[in-house]
C-alpha cells in the first residue's frame, strides 16, 4: 500500500529538497503532494514549478493546518491514512518505509511512523 504524503511548505525550498528525494527512496509512499502556502521566494517557486510532483498552491499562508483548512486530504482520506509533514522533517536513512503504528484520533486515523 503507498500512503500519500502532503508537504506543507512557504519560502523555504533547500529542506524541502531534502524531503523529497529522502521520500522518493522510500517504499510505501506515493503521491507527494506540496501544499504551497502563498509562497512568494523565487527559488522555491521555481522548484515547485519544476517538480514533478502534485502542487497545491493556495492565495494564503494556511500554515501546518493547511491541508485540512483547505480540504486538501479529503479524496485520500477515504481511501485510507495519509501523511502530513513539515519539509524540515527528514526520515532517518536507515527509514525504509512507513508502516501503520496505531490510532491516533477518535475517528480511526492511523499514525504513521517512518521505520
Given at each position: 500500500?503507498?500512503?500519500?504524503?502532503?508537504?506543507?511548505?512557504?519560502?523555504?525550498?533547500?529542506?524541502?529538497?531534502?524531503?523529497?528525494?529522502?521520500?522518493?527512496?522510500m517504499d510505501g509512499v506515493g503521491p507527494i503532494v506540496l501544499v504551497d502556502n502563498d509562497s512568494a521566494w523565487p527559488p522555491l517557486l521555481d522548484y515547485l514549478d519544476a517538480t514533478p510532483h502534485e502542487v497545491v498552491r493556495l492565495a494564503e499562508n494556511s500554515g501546518h493546518l493547511a491541508v485540512w483548512r483547505h480540504a486538501i486530504h479529503e479524496a485520500r482520506r477515504r481511501a485510507g491514512p495519509f501523511v502530513v509533514t513539515d519539509p524540515d522533517v527528514i526520515p532517518r536513512r536507515s527509514a525504509r518505509a512507513f508502516v501503520l503504528t496505531g490510532p491516533l484520533l477518535a475517528d480511526s486515523s492511523e499514525k504513521i511512523a517512518f521505520v
Open positions: 500500500m503507498s500512503i500519500p504524503v502532503f508537504i506543507t511548505c512557504r519560502d523555504r525550498v533547500a529542506c524541502l529538497q531534502r524531503l523529497v528525494d529522502r521520500l522518493e527512496t
